[in-house]
Nanobody, 118 residues
Framework: QVQLVESGGGLVQAGGSLRLSCAAS????????MGWYRQAPGKQRELVTT???????YYADSVKGRFTISRDNAKNTVSLQMSSLKSEDTAVYYC????????????WGQGTQVTVSS
């Protein structure tokens, strides 16, 4: 079984910065993709950013230039550095891990609240 534990959410003023972290544990295949999704009240969950074990990254247009994803493969951790935060970044942020081992596996963290006050 795989478990994802997030930390680092909170309340920040617009224009400020916040860092989220996620630690994965359990039976994890080394070839995988980790990422962050978010869900604002009344909206669907959306993809924010991903990073492969090889370091390839993807960012949603809404966060490009403001958010940076990084990971430590040895520790199975992923972090999200968020800067120049806007009120529209307010959401519950979820850590995600995907890998394939005979079938696709898709794991989620419990979510951490990020609130940006204007």
């Amino acid at each position: 079984q795989v478990q994802l534990v997030e930390s680092g959410g909170g309340l920040v003023q617009a224009g400020g910065s916040l860092r989220l972290s996620c630690a994965a544990s359990g039976s994890i295949v080394s070839v995988n993709t980790m990422g962050w999704y978010r869900q604002a009240p009344g909206k669907q969950r959306e993809l924010v950013t991903t990073i492969t074990n090889g370091g390839s990254t993807y960012y949603a247009d809404s966060v490009k230039g403001r958010f940076t994803i990084s990971r430590d493969n040895a520790k199975n951790t992923v972090s999200l550095q968020m800067s120049s935060l806007k009120s529209e970044d307010t959401a519950v942020y979820y850590c995600n891990l995907k890998f394939w081992r005979l079938r696709n596996y898709d794991y989620w963290g419990q979510g951490t609240q990020v609130t940006v006050s204007s």
